[in-house]
């Protein structure tokens, strides 16, 4: 069957540092790889797209890897802020800009 | 990137009630989907809304229970049918161009 799985366990980390959230898949062969993230009370904002060509993207603190070999994608924050707290959802394409997503993990940055 | 209301943003129900719940965006998409995220969970698609013709729904979900309308390329709406406490989740919905933009949810509780 089709999975995806993301730490259920939340991630606490102290400011300053790089936070590292994992992404794992079966079962599925995507063309891209998003993140969202979602604070409580609100809907999942798009943070990063990655395709399958692609092995890194960045922008500003944040970056994907993704390897279709071992299907896995790491999602990094680097220099970590209380403010980077929140639920971080990887998504995969499924047909037709169908997204599934992953259950999340919940960051936490304690100053 | 496309914004998009949602109303209302949180009901209190009785079972057996029925709620619609609106998606206005403010450009014209050609995808809209509809959302639900139980508490503690990830997104779960219930349907895709198309314009002009009915809405195609995921395994799991029929139109009896959560009717669709799309009239036009920027409103929809999701009609919750006669609720029971199950149904108390976030109803999100999205828009997709290449990556997908959520509203801001509509938070139901069924009592």
């Known amino acids: 069957s089709q999975k995806i799985e993301q730490n259920s366990e939340a991630l606490n980390i102290q400011e300053g540092k790089t936070a590292t959230l994992t992404c794992n898949y079966t079962?599925?062969?995507?063309?891209?790889l998003q993140w969202y993230r979602q604070d409580p009370g609100r809907g999942p904002v798009f943070l990063l797209l990655i395709r399958e060509n692609e092995k890194e993207k960045r922008k500003e603190r944040l970056k994907v890897t993704f390897d279709t070999t071992l299907k896995q994608s790491l999602f990094h924050i680097t220099a970590s802020q209380p403010a980077d707290s929140a639920t971080y959802l990887c998504a995969l394409d499924e047909y037709g800009n169908k997204l599934v997503f992953g259950a999340g993990t919940i960051l936490r940055v304690k100053s | 990137s496309a914004v998009i209301s949602q109303k209302p943003s949180r009901d209190i129900c009785q079972r057996g009630t029925s709620l619609t719940i609106q998606c206005q965006v403010d450009s014209q998409v050609t995808m809209m989907f509809w959302y639900r995220q139980q508490p503690g969970q990830s997104l779960t698609l219930i349907a895709t809304a198309n314009q002009g013709s009915e809405a195609t729904y995921e395994s799991g979900f029929v139109i009896d229970k959560f009717p669709i309308s799309r009239p036009n390329l920027t409103f929809s709406t999701l009609t919750v049918s006669n609720m029971s406490p199950e149904d108390s989740s976030i109803y999100l919905c999205?828009?997709?161009?290449?990556?997908?933009?959520f509203g801001p949810g509509t938070r139901l509780l069924v009592l």
């Open positions: 999205s828009v997709a161009e290449e990556t997908q933009y």
């Open positions: 079962n599925y062969s995507p063309a891209y």
